[in-house]
Nanobody
């Protein structure tokens, strides 16, 4: 399974950005997906997750109301729409795929993800 994240860059505070994560082959449908981020000198933290069906989502408190996770199974892609960005959102963002297929709940625990993308960096300038 290969996950390719893209969409990083430089954005001004208050701006918006959309990250994409494309999965290879037939290894996307049926699996929950998530986004994590890691700021310099900090641990990787949960950002958002979506169930395999797309019916449920979950967000970290720090991004709730500003970020939206979605998926397009026809394109094997998960997205993270980010609005009202602030400098604290600066980090390398990683997409990840659940280990277990057809899990009924959202997955917020890092250890339950078995496949990770390479990460995409974006910086929010003040």
């Amino acid at each position: 399974v290969q996950l390719q994240a893209s969409g990083g860059g430089l954005v001004q505070a208050g701006g918006s950005l959309r990250l994409s994560c494309a999965a290879s082959g037939r290894s996307f449908s049926g699996y929950a997906m998530g986004w994590f981020r890691q700021a310099p000198g900090k641990e990787r933290e949960f950002v958002a997750a979506i169930t395999w069906s797309g019916g449920s989502t979950s967000y970290a408190d720090s991004v709730k109301g500003r970020f939206t996770i979605s998926r397009d199974d026809a394109k094997n892609t998960v997205y993270l729409q980010m609005n009202s960005l602030n400098p604290e959102d600066t980090a390398v963002y990683f997409c990840a795929r659940d280990i277990t297929p057809y899990r009924v709940r959202v997955v917020e625990i890092r250890g339950e993800y078995g496949y990770w993308g390479q990460g995409t960096l974006f910086t929010v300038s003040s």
